[in-house]
């Protein structure tokens, strides 16, 4: 899933930021371990210390406001800009999911469904996700293992995800809350045409 | 505070002791329940779900419950042994109530298979579960004992501080923004617990009210509970305790880190903003827990998002910068204490990056419930809370004696990290490929790669908690022969 840029994934993302962190507080431990050993007078040293903690202070509070604003465009929640050009009702259930093209007019608990759906590329699809017993999770992965989204699927709610699969072909739908001893195994399809 | 007697100092110590010696223990014990659920990933053993389960819950519940209770314990020890008085009748109690808890939740992950994992979601404990009734009513009631017990012991020192210092407003620095002369001073780890401490209040009464509900459930099975409401309740009870057990770990660095730099910590205007700034962050970024509840109220996601990144503000331009000015240019001599601070320190911000990371709602869309998310709070603990306590039994073994030594010390912390980092950087590539948390098996998904690399991380992590455990035990022999040296605990009197 290639939001941000046009060459990293979110994940890839992720992984790259906190590298580049771990590389900075690294070198960091390092500046303060090796510059330990000379001796200064401790209100000196303070002094020098606060002069760049005023910046780093100033300059992560820029850089969170930024990031903040910037991250808010990519929230997966309702809009009122939203079209759905398809809708489908998701239902999770100890163990596995029922899944119909289209609102259905059913109880949650009433409603039957397959765990393996198809859906057209190129639109705008709308999950209706929700659960008839305990907390899931309605994960959608694509064929080289990537999350490329997701939706709590809890009792009592109706969760709307919005998503366009840009490329055709099988989906793998997994839960990713803990809901008992068979979790991992609580799996379903999504088929792409 | 009235100058403590030699025999109330030396029943201080040996509590703290008691508490070391009980986190020695169950600590490795704990460490193998993950090593476990890591060796079932690695498909290197077949441990049955119930089990992998049980092991899930007792790891999660059990980590918590012993990382804060010591964070909480070393803050007793210097503030009683310090600043003020307190009672080692609470102090015992405390740790029996703990301890019966622990107890209490062995038997019932162990014996019983309880397996809803920490959080205990609701409905899971009632629905579905594999596990007997009787599991989840003996582990509602060890926690609320438990919850009992840490309520009391925070009690009793916030209203010891109180007495000391003067009052509520006080122990929270306020007397420093209104800048007047005669103002009542307070040291850095009053200022610090209280901010630490009085969400755990909070916390506790959370959780409290959420284990009064369940056991109604247990009693009337037909109760049914808001799911969503529930959700919220629980992770404002799990998220800030496991929060403050790092704040309440930082307190002891304000106190100690000055003894080995010999420049004093001082409470200060900045300080007072960011720790009170601290005490709401730490309260509502929770929230972040809820991102993929899409029903959840878009103004608390937001809430969510800020308050998690605010968190990061005081954090590192206080916190972190002022260990800096503690230690640049100080000739500090690096011992093991001072180095498992600034190690520690490390961790901390290392995982709070990826925890700030996952905070961010575009992103969490992808994390949520992969294994990053365990891989940035094993961060926080592992090379965190962690390496702060073993700097600071190391501290109570020797006191500020040896402080030039400990060379094997340092090999046993070396190894420690190199272990902690390996298994760590198996989370954080789970994560980066989407495996998910609390999954017993990657073998049912149907997804290849993801497969692939669940298995593939594990078997690194597995090898990687090796080296950990040689790492521990190099510790732990130190550790030993430090605390067994007679003539040294009789010079500390």
Request: glycine content about 8%; proline content about 3%.
């Amino acid at each position: 899933m290639r939001h941000f840029t046009t060459f990293l994934s979110i994940q890839e993302s992720a992984g790259t930021i906190s590298m580049i962190g771990t590389f900075v507080v690294v070198a960091v431990v390092l500046f303060v371990v090796l510059t330990s050993g000379k001796a200064e007078d401790k209100y000196e040293a303070k002094k020098k210390v606060y002069y760049y903690r005023r910046r780093y202070f100033w300059g992560l509070m820029a850089l969170a406001f930024i990031t903040l604003l910037i991250s808010f465009k990519w929230m997966p929640y309702s809009k009122t800009s939203d079209v759905d050009e398809e809708v489908v009702t998701v239902v999770g259930f100890q163990w596995g999911w029922r899944m119909v093209n289209g609102a259905s007019k059913d109880a949650p608990k009433d409603m039957m469904g397959e765990s393996e759906i198809t859906i057209p590329a190129g639109k705008t699809i709308k999950f209706d996700v929700t659960s008839i017993d305990v907390n899931h999770n309605f994960a959608i992965y694509d064929k080289s293992g990537n999350c490329v989204t997701q939706s709590q699927a809890m009792p009592g709610y109706h969760n709307n995800l919005r998503y366009k699969f840009q490329k055709p072909g099988n989906y793998k739908i997994l839960c990713l809350e803990y809901c008992g001893v068979p979790h991992a195994f609580m799996v379903g399809e999504v088929h792409v045409k | 505070m009235e100058e403590l007697t030699t025999t109330e100092y030396k029943k201080q110590r040996k509590l703290i002791i008691v508490w070391g010696i009980t986190f020695l223990v169950v600590f490795p014990l704990l460490v193998t329940l993950g090593m476990l659920m890591r060796i079932s990933h690695a498909e290197l053993a077949d441990i049955s779900a119930e089990r992998f389960y049980s092991f899930m819950t007792l790891h999660g519940l059990g980590m918590i419950g012993l990382l804060f209770s010591f964070a909480f314990a070393g803050i007793w020890y210097l503030l009683s042994t310090r600043y003020v008085k307190l009672k080692l009748s609470v102090g015992y109690f405390v740790y029996i109530t703990v301890l019966l808890s622990v107890i209490g939740l062995a038997v019932a992950a162990l014996i019983g298979k309880f397996g809803p994992g920490w959080y205990l979601l609701y409905p899971l404990p009632f629905i579905g579960g594999s596990w007997p009734v009787w599991t989840t009513g003996l582990s509602t009631v060890s926690l609320l004992a438990l919850g009992v017990g840490w309520l009391i012991g925070i009690l009793h020192v916030l209203y010891a501080m109180a007495k000391e210092y003067g009052g509520f407003t006080n122990m929270l620095g306020w007397q420093y923004i209104k800048n007047k002369e005669d103002k009542r001073e307070i040291p850095v780890i009053v200022l610090a617990s209280t901010i630490s401490l009085v969400p755990g209040v909070l916390a506790i009464l959370a959780g409290a009210v959420l284990l009064i509900m369940y056991l109604l459930q247990v009693m009337e099975p037909s109760l049914n509970f808001d799911a969503l409401m529930l959700k919220n309740i629980v992770m404002f009870f799990g998220h800030t305790i496991a929060n403050i057990t790092m704040y309440c770990a930082v307190t002891w660095v304000y106190t100690l880190l000055p003894e080995y730099t010999k420049r004093p910590w001082y409470v200060d205007k900045v300080l007072v903003y960011s720790w009170n700034a601290t005490f709401f962050f730490v309260c509502i970024a929770f929230l972040h827990h809820m991102y993929m509840d899409l029903e959840q109220p878009l103004y608390l996601q937001i809430i969510g998002q800020v308050a998690s990144y605010s968190s990061a503000i005081p954090a590192t331009a206080i916190t972190m910068f002022g260990i800096i000015s503690q230690l640049y240019h100080s000739r500090v001599k690096w011992g093991v204490v001072p180095l498992t601070f600034l190690f520690g320190a490390a961790g901390w911000a290392i995982g709070g990056l990826s925890a700030v990371v996952d905070s961010t709602i575009s992103f969490n869309k992808v994390l949520h419930n992969t294994l990053w998310v365990p891989a940035h709070f094993h961060t926080y603990m592992l090379l965190g809370v962690v390496l702060f306590i073993f700097g600071y039994l190391y501290y109570v073994a020797g006191e500020k004696k040896d402080i030039h030594t400990g060379g094997v010390a340092k090999l046993g912390l070396w190894t420690y990290i190199i272990g902690a980092a390996g298994f760590l950087l198996m989370f954080y590539y789970g994560g980066m490929n989407s495996v998910p948390r609390r999954y017993n098996t990657y073998s049912g998904m149907g997804v290849d790669a993801t497969h692939q690399a669940g298995v593939y991380g594990a078997k690194i992590a597995v090898f990687s908690i090796g080296i950990l455990f040689i790492g521990l035990l190099i510790m732990y022999v130190t550790l030993f022969l430090k605390l067994t040296k007679k003539d040294e605990t009789k010079n500390l009197d």
